[in-house]
């Protein structure tokens, strides 16, 4: 028989005095007949003097069941006892009591059941609370942030209501609190809520401590947690360190914790909105009508007070606020070029076939080394879709853009060859190009003045050939040095001596600096004559 409550046992036992049938008392509370009927007979047996129980006035409700013994206060001494010592030793071992009562079973053959041996581990088990200590934290230093639910708003568009997300940042001093709510979180709102929350409280402190939430934290870790790529550079931006919990440790936040619990019992319970806009400016509000202004039971001071004593030692914000971009990788092409919305950008020196990491931003992109992060290329961001974002210099032989450089050579070299290369490639088109390279690569072995004439002999001559330039090229060389070898220069040792001039002296100056010399005493040192040791 199912042991029923005290207060069905009431119920029942007044429904059977007052004449109901069984199959009535299921109906009215929903309990079985077999129960109801087994209750009828201890009723009866708790009346021995009736003559029923429906007729049966004398019949006494039957006392509650007495509480089980525990302890072994009442006397009863548990089956676990003649085993205590391995028992005991087993929960040092952190073991359960499912797998010690099947080591009792196994090594001891415990013939009790598993119900004794759970009361005995819970008498043996003693649980000391945990300790706690009060964390303190300098002015500035610390900032919480934490998710929660926000109130009942309306969803755009429609009659619905969804509680959106709330956003809290708790100064850990002063416990001045920023209170946003939003649809939707990911990566780049995570940040941006973060950067409204200084820019609200006028600075940045040096720690913000977060939970492991996949829009901060990538991959937890005790040691070395990877910080979301997007946040991280926007905790760099501000010159914020990110100090995430351990996990399962929610306490390591608590004033945020705390902030959200008074803020969904205090400031949200009850209250619907109509938009997101609206309950953002009831939070605001309310912060500052209320929150602020109030005392803190820890501190016993006013919150606002602190506050201000905390706004000067918060680190300055920087002039502009922070340029949030996208991640993704990319294979570099054969054309050294990663592809990017359906255009083309130069990835060297990032080798061909290798992974490069490609940061998104509004007006451009960066390419990055997948292993190291380092920064590779930048480039401007084009609109239009199929641009090939490539220098000249990186790119390999195109006939068509192999014509524009040769042309633009030609044109180093003098007019004349530029005109000649421009009405070959203009006859014979793209195999003309040949015959380009060769004029072209005649200023590398002879004066580009003399290739210019030759060009312009050519074009005058209607030959238009590099066989033709190359040759005029070559008699115009040789007579320019025949034209050298034929001029009358004398030679060096042929040229006439010079015998007065204006910076040629007279001959009777230096006569008189030779006397003076002569005429000065031995054991004065010469002038310009090194005096040797008398040794």
């Known amino acids: 028989m199912n042991v029923l409550k005290p207060h069905l046992q009431t119920t029942i036992w007044t429904l059977l005095a007052a004449g109901a049938s069984q199959r009535e008392i299921e109906r009215v509370t929903g309990i079985d007949r077999k129960t109801i009927r087994g209750y009828q007979k201890r009723f009866a047996a708790a009346a021995p003097n009736s003559s029923g129980v429906a007729t049966g006035s004398a019949a006494q409700f039957p006392p509650p069941r007495p509480p089980a013994a525990t302890g072994g206060h009442a ?13 005991e030793a087993q ?18 053959g415990f013939a009790g059941a598993y119900g004794s041996v759970k009361r005995f581990v819970a008498r043996l088990r003693q649980r000391q609370p945990e300790q706690f200590d009060r964390l303190e934290f300098l002015p500035g230093e610390e900032m919480q942030v934490d998710y929660g639910e926000g109130a009942p708003t309306r969803v755009p568009g429609t009659e619905r209501y969804r509680k959106p997300r709330l956003f809290v940042a708790t100064l850990r001093y002063s416990r001045r609190s920023f209170r946003r709510v939003v649809w939707k979180s990911s990566q780049e709102t995570w940040a941006r809520l973060h950067e409204q929350a200084w820019r609200y409280f006028g600075g940045s402190c040096r720690y913000v401590v977060l939970d492991n939430l996949k829009e901060g934290v990538l991959r937890p870790d005790l040691y070395e947690p990877e910080l979301n790529p997007v946040y991280a550079a926007t905790l760099a931006h ?23 619990g008074h803020t969904q019992a205090t400031a949200l319970k009850g209250r619907r909105f109509e938009s997101l806009e609206e309950q953002n400016e009831f939070l605001e509000h309310w912060e500052r009508k209320w929150a ?11 919150v606002q007070a602190m506050f201000e004593e905390e706004r000067p030692l918060l680190q300055p914000l920087p002039m502009l606020g922070m340029q949030y971009f996208t991640e993704a990788q ?7 070029c990663v592809r990017i919305d359906h255009s083309s950008y130069a990835a060297r020196p990032a080798p061909i076939g290798s992974r490069v990491l490609v940061r998104l931003f509004e007006r451009r ?24 974002v490539l220098p000249q210099d990186e790119r390999v032989f195109n006939p ?6 040769i042309l633009g050579q030609a044109r180093a070299i003098g007019p004349d060859a530029e005109r000649l290369c421009q009405m070959l ?3 014979e088109g793209r195999v003309g190009q040949r015959k380009l390279w060769g004029i072209v690569s005649l200023a590398n072995r002879y004066p580009r003045r003399l290739v210019d004439c030759a060009c312009a002999r050519a074009i005058v001559d209607g030959v238009h050939s590099y066989r033709h330039v190359k040759e005029l090229t070559e008699k115009f060389v040789a007579d320019a040095l025949a034209a050298i070898d034929t001029v009358d220069s004398p030679m060096q040792g042929e040229l006439a001596l010079t015998q007065e001039h204006p910076l040629i002296r007279p001959a009777d100056i230096y006569a008189e600096l030779f006397a003076r010399c002569a005429a000065q005493p031995s054991h004065l040192p010469t002038t310009g004559v090194r005096k040797h040791d008398p040794q």
Not at 91 to 108: C, G, K, M
């Open 365 to 388: 992109i960066e390419i990055r080394d997948l292993k190291t992060q380092a920064l590779l290329r930048t480039h401007a961001r084009v609109e239009r879709p199929g641009t090939v």
């Open 400 to 405: 068509s853009r192999e014509t524009r450089r």
């Open 292 to 302: 602020a202004p109030r005392i803190h039971g820890s501190t016993r001071r006013q």
């Open 75 to 87: 006397g009863a001494v548990s089956a676990c006892e003649p085993h205590r010592s391995f028992i």
């Open 330 to 336: 990319r294979t570099v092409c054969d054309d050294t």
């Open 425 to 427: 490639f203009a006859v």
């Open 238 to 260: 501000y010159g914020v360190v990110g100090d995430p919990a351990r996990v399962r440790d929610p306490n390591r936040k608590g004033s945020v914790e705390n902030a959200i």
């Open 91 to 108: 929960l040092r071992l952190r073991r359960n009591a499912t797998a010690i009562y099947q080591d009792l079973v196994d090594q001891f």
